[in-house]
């Protein structure tokens, strides 16, 4: 019988054995499980739509009510009282035309940031992607948004205002809305596992986040050097994009870019903030 040296010996051990390690960069992030479990987050999603609507008296006119009569509430007081300047755009339209974009974003962060611990039940008997829950809390919001476009439509209507080929940039500006939520999202519902104080501070942070945001007055009030820290604010770049893509006008600038790098690190570190914690989450939800 011969008798291996010791480099076949130490080359047939090499074969045997394979160091584990954790996966480091994207492949920490496992998004490729999101695919996998795609007809999860489509029934999630349905399942929200269907939750919020089921026992509602006036059902998905909800989703034209909210924002017709904030638009109207605007439109006095800040269009009529206050005289807010928004050039040949007359104010119904150029506040609607915000709020379309803002209400899916403001819906979708107040949605996802309690999502984690609306669905404990689900998080601590069955594994699943967790991203799973917060990422269909923003999808379920474009059934409302769709509803509220046909309206803005039908006001386009009234006040003569056509869409030009600009609009067809409207598809990019909502995906950067969404990506807003769902950056601020699994911040918010990561921290609101640990800390349930986060879901009595969401409703101020909308409210206040709305007023920071050109949602009641155009981005040109804001001159100077201050348009750059102003535009640390992701929706101020959605917002004026989504104007000028239905209402024509200066083109977006800069802002646009500088929002959409910030939508980018809080996405990219929200991913990684939420998988750091995710594996803690069945224990304290």
């Not at 017709?68 to 439109?75: A, C, H, Q, R, W």
């Not at 942070?205 to 348009?227: A, E, K």
């Not at 992701?234 to 024509?248: H, K, S």
Request: hydrophobic share 55%; charged share 10%.
């Amino acid at each position: 019988m011969s008798r291996s040296t010791p480099a076949e010996s130490q080359k047939r051990a090499s074969t045997l054995w394979r160091q584990i390690e954790p996966p480091h960069g994207l492949a920490a992030l496992k998004l490729g499980e999101l695919w996998r479990y795609r007809e999860l987050v489509y029934f999630l999603t349905w399942r929200d739509i269907l939750v919020r609507y089921k026992q509602a008296v006036l059902g998905v006119l909800w989703a034209v009510l909210q924002p017709v009569l904030t638009m109207i509430v605007f439109s006095v007081i800040f269009g009529r009282l206050i005289g807010v300047k928004t050039g040949d755009v007359p104010y119904p339209l150029f506040s609607f035309a915000a709020l379309l974009p803002w209400q899916l974003f403001a819906g979708a962060m107040q949605r996802s940031g309690t999502s984690l611990v609306a669905s404990a039940s689900l998080i601590t008997k069955v594994y699943f992607p967790r991203l799973v829950i917060p990422l269909s809390s923003v999808l379920g919001g474009l059934v409302d948004f769709c509803i509220s476009f046909v309206v803005l439509m039908a006001l386009m209507g009234y006040y003569h205002t056509a869409p030009t080929w600009d609009a067809l940039w409207i598809p990019a500006f909502v995906l950067l809305t969404l990506a807003t939520s769902v950056a601020v999202g699994l911040w918010l519902s990561a921290l609101n596992v640990l800390y349930r104080d986060v879901q009595y501070i969401i409703p101020f942070l909308v409210q206040f986040w709305m007023y920071l945001s050109p949602v009641v007055y155009p981005v040109t009030y804001i001159n100077g050097p201050w348009r750059y820290v102003y535009a640390l604010n992701p929706m101020v770049g959605v917002i004026q994009g989504f104007r000028w893509a239905l209402l024509g006008g200066t083109p977006p600038d800069k802002l646009v870019a500088v929002s959409a790098v910030v939508v980018l690190v809080l996405l990219v570190s929200g991913l990684y903030y939420f998988k750091r914690m995710e594996r803690v989450f069945a224990d304290v939800v």
